[in-house]
């Protein structure tokens, strides 16, 4: 009896503090806010002091400061002598950086959420906080809020476009980190005067949906990041929707959070159990901005598309990635390829947003060609126009109530059935709105 009252008690605590304990099987417990799964795409944007020297990858800094020839040599040719990292902080200075214009591109690409580096590596913060002075945008180049200003651009859309942060756990090169690591992560200065304030301070000033958390570099008991998530989950203004991924301490990528991103760019092309996302970014080579890249890094519109289905059919959502330029550009290559993208949900995002896996997620017979299925509908995303005029699904069973039409075309299309599928006589490509791949939109069919 004395027993059970305890346990009452210490349900009612749980209860009066927030369903969940600071450990994973509790955080692991709560469901996921259906808004993340429905979204299927969003945007990463990698905007920092990176930014500046634009050369090379957003690991500029770690790579100068090992002495990675590279990037000595393109400081000795372009620098005066004793020009520091920091000193690139000056010339962050945004004055083309119009947020609302980004949400409109951000909106325009047909994604559902938008993530924004608010701290890389480096440390610099992109809003004033009050733990890393003088290293943010409020007191060095731009002298803005830059974190705040696209909080509330974004937000003026309501649900249909979220907003979400980026947040590095690590720095390279702060002391304070540096002493932790040298006490094998013993003492945690840098966690307690640092990191932690600093997601608190994100979260109550400009309430993200998403912490999208990088360089876990340590245990997780080392970052505490249970007690930050527990709090996020159970107290925060965003407790009910908000998601995290997973990279918040050893061990935890592909074990613990909301979702998964594994590794950067991960798509593992089968089926996960677990939702998760690709994060990839529309730069072969880097996620922040470099200008030496030429037209050929840039993914072309196919290849984002392939990310698109391929990642969706499995369970995933995409995260695309724009890196801006230090004075606020989001460079016209990648504006181009993320309207791409809008102009083809716009047609295609039926069989895209709110779908789920079907029960194959790539065909049998004809390569390039993806699953998914809402309510009673299977779509078939074929990335290749056939040579011939048809396309032979190996992986669907056709029943007598069959139908078949493709997104942005007006009519039913014929098919066979095969000993192994269907074949599905396409129109022709000149009455058909979408291009760069086609979805058909199937009722009524069984898996074969
Ligand atoms: O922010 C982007 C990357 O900078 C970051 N995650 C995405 C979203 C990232 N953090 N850690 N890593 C990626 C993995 C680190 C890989 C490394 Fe390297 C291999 C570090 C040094 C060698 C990749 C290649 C980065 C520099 C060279």
């Given at each position: 009896m004395?027993?059970?009252?305890?346990?009452?008690?210490?349900?009612?605590?749980?209860?009066?503090r927030?369903?969940?304990?600071?450990?994973?099987?509790?955080?692991?417990?709560?469901?996921?806010?259906?808004?993340?799964?429905?979204?299927?795409?969003?945007?990463?944007i990698?905007?920092?002091?990176?930014?500046?020297?634009?050369?090379g990858l957003?690991?500029?800094?770690?790579?100068?400061?090992?002495?990675?020839?590279?990037?000595?040599?393109?400081?000795?040719?372009?620098?005066?002598p004793?020009?520091?990292?920091?000193?690139?902080?000056?010339?962050?200075?945004?004055?083309?950086?119009?947020?609302?214009?980004?949400?409109?591109?951000?909106?325009?690409?047909?994604?559902?959420?938008?993530?924004?580096?608010?701290?890389?590596?480096?440390?610099?913060?992109?809003?004033?906080?009050?733990?890393?002075?003088?290293?943010?945008?409020?007191?060095?180049?731009?002298?803005?809020?830059?974190?705040?200003?696209?909080?509330?651009?974004?937000?003026?859309?309501?649900?249909?476009?979220?907003?979400?942060?980026?947040?590095?756990?690590?720095?390279?090169f702060?002391p304070?980190?540096?002493?932790?690591?040298?006490?094998?992560?013993?003492?945690?200065?840098?966690?307690?005067?640092k990191?932690?304030?600093?997601?608190?301070?994100?979260?109550?000033?400009?309430?993200?949906?998403?912490?999208?958390?990088?360089?876990?570099?340590g245990?997780?008991?080392?970052?505490?990041?249970?007690?930050?998530?527990?709090?996020?989950?159970?107290?925060?203004?965003?407790?009910?929707?908000?998601?995290?991924?997973?990279?918040?301490?050893?061990?935890?990528?592909?074990n613990?959070?909301?979702?998964?991103?594994?590794?950067?760019?991960?798509?593992?092309?089968?089926?996960?159990?677990?939702?998760?996302?690709?994060?990839?970014?529309?730069?072969?080579?880097?996620?922040?901005?470099?200008?030496?890249?030429?037209?050929?890094?840039?993914?072309?519109?196919?290849?984002?598309?392939?990310?698109l289905?391929?990642?969706?059919?499995?369970g995933?959502?995409?995260?695309?990635?724009?890196?801006?330029?230090?004075?606020?550009?989001?460079?016209?290559?990648?504006?181009?390829?993320?309207?791409?993208?809008?102009?083809?949900?716009?047609?295609?995002?039926?069989?895209?947003?709110?779908?789920?896996?079907?029960?194959?997620?790539?065909?049998?017979?004809?390569?390039?060609?993806?699953?998914?299925?809402?309510?009673?509908?299977?779509?078939?995303?074929?990335?290749?126009?056939?040579?011939?005029?048809?396309?032979?699904?190996?992986?669907?069973?056709?029943?007598?109530?069959?139908?078949?039409?493709?997104?942005?075309?007006?009519?039913?299309?014929?098919?066979?059935?095969?000993?192994?599928?269907?074949?599905?006589?396409?129109?022709?490509m000149?009455?058909?709105?979408?291009?760069?791949?086609?979805?058909?939109?199937?009722?009524?069919?069984?898996?074969?």
């Amino acid at each position: 009896m004395n027993c059970l009252r305890h346990l009452l008690y210490f349900a009612l605590l749980a209860t009066a503090r927030g369903q969940y304990t600071p450990d994973w099987d509790s955080l692991d417990s709560r469901p996921l806010p259906q808004w993340y799964d429905d979204a299927k795409v969003g945007i990463f944007i990698h905007w920092g002091v990176f930014s500046v020297p634009s050369y090379g990858l957003e690991w500029f800094w770690y790579h100068w400061e090992n002495g990675f020839s590279t990037f000595v040599n393109f400081m000795e040719r372009n620098y005066r002598p004793n020009f520091t990292y920091p000193d690139f902080a000056a010339q962050f200075t945004a004055e083309f950086y119009d947020p609302h214009q980004w949400a409109e591109l951000f909106k325009a690409s047909g994604a559902k959420y938008v993530v924004l580096t608010s701290k890389h590596h480096e440390g610099f913060c992109n809003w004033p906080s009050k733990n890393s002075w003088p290293w943010t945008s409020m007191q060095l180049g731009a002298k803005r809020d830059l974190v705040g200003e696209l909080a509330q651009a974004v937000k003026e859309y309501g649900p249909e476009l979220r907003f979400g942060l980026y947040h590095s756990l690590f720095e390279w090169f702060n002391p304070l980190f540096q002493d932790d690591q040298k006490n094998s992560y013993e003492t945690n200065d840098f966690v307690t005067r640092k990191t932690m304030p600093e997601l608190y301070d994100l979260v109550t000033a400009y309430e993200p949906e998403i912490i999208w958390s990088d360089g876990d570099a340590g245990p997780d008991w080392y970052w505490n990041s249970t007690v930050f998530i527990s709090w996020l989950f159970n107290e925060s203004p965003v407790k009910d929707s908000v998601v995290v991924n997973d990279r918040w301490g050893w061990g935890c990528p592909g074990n613990h959070g909301s979702y998964y991103t594994v590794q950067d760019r991960y798509n593992p092309g089968i089926l996960q159990n677990h939702k998760w996302e690709n994060a990839f970014t529309l730069d072969y080579i880097s996620w922040g901005y470099r200008r030496e890249a030429r037209v050929f890094s840039y993914l072309p519109i196919e290849e984002v598309l392939y990310q698109l289905v391929s990642t969706v059919s499995c369970g995933g959502n995409i995260l695309v990635n724009v890196g801006p330029t230090h004075d606020g550009i989001i460079p016209p290559i990648m504006e181009e390829r993320l309207r791409q993208l809008g102009e083809w949900l716009a047609i295609n995002g039926e069989g895209v947003y709110g779908s789920r896996p079907w029960l194959h997620q790539n065909d049998t017979l004809t390569s390039g060609v993806w699953y998914t299925s809402k309510n009673d509908k299977t779509y078939a995303f074929v990335l290749n126009w056939p040579e011939d005029t048809s396309v032979t699904l190996g992986a669907v069973e056709a029943t007598p109530d069959t139908k078949v039409n493709m997104l942005g075309y007006v009519g039913e299309l014929e098919f066979t059935i095969q000993d192994l599928g269907m074949e599905v006589i396409f129109p022709k490509m000149s009455r058909v709105k979408s291009q760069w791949a086609w979805v058909l939109e199937m009722t009524a069919v069984n898996a074969a």
